[in-house]
C-alpha cells in the first residue's frame, strides 16, 4: 500500500499506518474538514486516537490507560465521533448496560497545510502539539538509544520542496516495514521555518 503522504504529497502529515487493527477501517482519511482539524487539535484526543491504532477499546480502558475520569474520555469521545474521526465498531452487553468499542475511521489521517487548518491551529501550533506529544512518548518510553537531532539549514524554496517529498519517501517505507511481531516504535519529524539567525557579522565588528 502506498503511503498517503506520498500519494498526495502533503507537507504535514499525522497517524501510523498499522495494518492489523481488530476491526475494519479505511487506509485513509484526508482531513479537511476544520471541525476534524480542532478535534485532533486537543492534546487528550490525539493521545486517544493514537491508543487506537492497534485495536477497538472501550471508555472505560481507555480512561485506565490514559488515567483520566472516565466522563472527560467520554466527552472526548464523543466529539471525535461527532467529527467523524472515530467510530462505535461493536457493542457489548455489561449487565444492564450496552458497552461501546471506539475504533478510527482510517489508518492514517492525512493533514492538509496551514491554509485548512483553523485560525487557532496555524502557524505551527498543531505541528508542535504533535511534537509534545512525541516528547512526552519519549519520556515515558525511557529509550537510551534514541536517536534525534534537531538541524538548522538555510533552503530555497525549491529544496524545501524536494526534502518534503524525501521525507515522505521515508515515512513511507518506515510504514511499509511495520511487523507485528516487532517492538512499538514512533519517527516525530517537522520541517518548518525556524526564527531568523542572527545577521552576517559587519566589517568593522
Same mark, same amino acid.
Given at each position: ?32 474538514? &476544520? ?8 492534546? +487528550? ?5 493514537? +491508543? ?9 480502558? %481507555? ?32 449487565? *444492564? %448496560? ?29 505541528? *508542535? ?40 519517501? +521515508?515515512? *513511507?517505507? %518506515? ?19 525556524? &526564527?531568523?539567525?542572527? &545577521?552576517?557579522?559587519?566589517?568593522? *565588528?
Amino acid at each position: 500500500m502506498r503511503s498517503a503522504c506520498e500519494h498526495t504529497g502533503y507537507p504535514v502529515c499525522s497517524g501510523i499506518i498499522d495494518r492489523y487493527p481488530d476491526y475494519e477501517l479505511d487506509d485513509v482519511l484526508v482531513v479537511e474538514d &476544520p471541525k476534524q482539524h480542532s478535534a485532533l487539535g486537543d492534546a +487528550l484526543r490525539a493521545r486517544i486516537v493514537m +491508543l487506537l491504532r492497534e485495536r477497538a477499546a472501550s471508555t472505560t480502558e %481507555l480512561a485506565a490507560v490514559l488515567e483520566t475520569p472516565k466522563g472527560t474520555v467520554g466527552h472526548h469521545l464523543k466529539v471525535l465521533e461527532s467529527a467523524g474521526l472515530i467510530r462505535v465498531v461493536r457493542t457489548r452487553q455489561v449487565r *444492564a %448496560l450496552t458497552e461501546k468499542f471506539y475504533g478510527r475511521v482510517a489508518r492514517l489521517f492525512v493533514l492538509k497545510g496551514d491554509d485548512a487548518l483553523p485560525e487557532d491551529l496555524r502557524g505551527g501550533v498543531l505541528a *508542535a502539539m504533535m511534537l509534545r506529544q512525541a516528547a512526552d512518548e519519549l519520556v515515558a518510553g525511557g529509550d537510551e538509544e534514541d536517536t534525534s537531532a534537531l538541524l538548522h539549514v538555510r533552503l530555497d524554496p525549491a529544496a524545501r520542496r524536494r526534502f518534503e517529498q524525501r521525507l515522505n519517501r +521515508l515515512t *513511507a517505507d %518506515l510504514q511499509r516495514a511495520d511487523d507485528p511481531a516487532g517492538g512499538s516504535y514512533a519517527l516525530a519529524y517537522a520541517l518548518f521555518r525556524a &526564527p531568523t539567525p542572527l &545577521p552576517p557579522r559587519a566589517d568593522d *565588528a
